[in-house]
């Protein structure tokens, strides 16, 4: 099963404005009339029920959407550039990957349908008509299509099971889940025998719920020894932990404390999830005997049920307690749910941009709007660099800059690009 991918994602392009003026007959020279470009296409991840696994995708793949056509003349705008729609299995966690490795949750896609944009189209280019006015009646540049955004993302299937069978290779969890539902994980006389998740249908009565079969859980398991470090982040998402222990073996209850230490190492919650114990293999007589050793002496942590894989026997009982504690978390949840409805708040006033000096001293201006108007409007031409300057006064960055001490004729840096400030 492939449940973690990396992949790199590529919006499109923004298209270039045109910079056309008009030809008409008896008119020497027609006014601007060169049209915006359209804007590049997003990526979006959507959930679907139709895939089950992450099998289409391979690590460090580059999916591209694609680029906004350029405007032509006669205002003639362009195409927008088509959104790529890549599909993942519900459950699919999206994490983003910034140049200094940081790591940002993008989103969860629990539900068929759910979807995300994860990078962003450039805008299109304006074209020449845009930058005509009272004192510039025929600007011979348009605008640049803005880039699009570009990101390494990191897509996770985490399994959706509301129980999942914990406890040391050769447990019996394996055995357990093929006693309890139609799933036929691989039974063993050797540890690890259950290489990866197992999923499994239980019924209880009318109801049923899915339980994950885990691979076994060493010590240094949350360190990543054995396989269990791959496979503890599956358990994250379960309601219930179902704690299986050999009874045949000399001390179990070191067993149960080695791996809830393992479980508490870890964190992620997986030691507050709810536990019941699965005391197996009681068709054994020294296991019986030491299960009601320990009862007697009162050493046996609640909930716990004693039971064989093996045989069947106690395994519905086991069935039926975890489905109530399923119950119960889910209830727990809806309550959760209902205490925190979102309270609306007006979004936190954003600064338009940012100035300040950098370590040469040379002012550096940050910010969407002026880093995509350095961006595209091409400050070696004469007019599109006041175009831009004058824009930039618009947003209030010619007082910042003032206030930094920057003079005319001072370099300057706005996102990635260099230019020279005039007053
Ligand atoms: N006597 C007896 N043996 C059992 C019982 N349950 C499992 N076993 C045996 O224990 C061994 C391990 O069983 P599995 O179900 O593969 O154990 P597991 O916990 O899935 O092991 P891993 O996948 O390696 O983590 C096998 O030889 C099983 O036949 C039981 O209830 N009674
Ligand atoms: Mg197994």
Request: glycine fraction near 14%; charge should be negative; proline fraction near 5%.
């Amino acid at each position: 099963m492939i449940d973690r991918v990396r992949i790199r994602v590529e919006a499109g392009r923004g298209g270039d404005g045109a910079a056309t003026f008009r030809r008409e007959k008896f008119v020497p020279r027609g006014g601007p009339d060169g049209g915006d470009g359209g804007r590049g296409g997003n990526v979006l991840l959507v959930a679907t029920k139709s895939l089950s696994t992450l099998r289409d995708y391979h690590e460090g793949d580059v999916h591209r959407a694609s680029d906004g056509k350029p405007g032509g003349s006669n205002r003639k705008k362009g195409a927008s550039g088509s959104h790529l729609e890549l599909r993942v299995p519900i459950g699919s966690t999206i994490t983003a990957i910034d140049e200094h490795g940081e790591a940002e949750h993008i989103a969860d896609l629990v539900e068929d349908g759910m979807a995300v944009v994860c990078a962003r189209g450039g805008r299109g280019g304006w074209g020449n008509v845009r930058f005509a006015g009272p004192t510039r009646q025929a600007p011979h540049f348009a605008q640049r299509g803005q880039g699009g955004r570009a990101r390494l993302l990191i897509i996770e299937l985490k399994l959706l099971a509301d129980v999942g069978l914990v406890g040391l290779p050769n447990a019996g969890k394996s055995t357990l889940l093929r006693a309890w539902s139609r799933a036929q994980p691989k039974v063993g006389a050797y540890p690890f025998t259950t290489l990866e998740p197992e999923l499994g249908v239980v019924t209880v009565g009318y109801d049923s719920f899915v339980a994950a079969d885990m691979p076994g859980l060493i010590e240094g398991a949350s360190q990543g020894a054995g396989l269990g470090h791959e496979f503890l982040r599956h358990i994250e998402r379960t309601r219930v932990l179902v704690h299986v222990l050999d009874m045949t073996r000399e001390d179990p209850l070191a067993d149960y404390r080695l791996i809830n230490g393992e479980l508490a190492e870890f964190g992620h919650g997986l030691a507050q999830k709810p536990q019941i114990l699965a005391l197996n293999k009681v068709d054994d007589q020294d296991a019986r005997a030491r299960v009601v050793l320990l009862d007697e002496a009162g050493e046996l942590p609640r909930p716990w049920f004693a039971l064989s894989g093996l045989t069947g026997e106690g395994t519905t009982e086991l069935a039926r307690a975890a489905w109530h504690a399923v119950q119960d978390s889910r209830r727990a949840e809806a309550q959760r749910d209902a205490e925190t409805l979102p309270v609306l708040e007006p979004p936190a006033r954003r600064e338009r941009f940012q100035a300040s000096l950098d370590e040469q001293g040379t002012a550096v201006v940050t910010g969407s709007t002026p880093e995509w108007l350095a961006e595209t409007l091409d400050t070696d031409d004469q007019d599109a660099r006041y175009e831009l300057i004058d824009r930039l006064k618009r947003l209030g960055i010619g007082r910042a800059l003032a206030r930094l001490g920057v003079k005319p004729g001072d370099r300057i840096r706005v996102g990635a690009t260099d230019l020279t400030w005039d007053a």
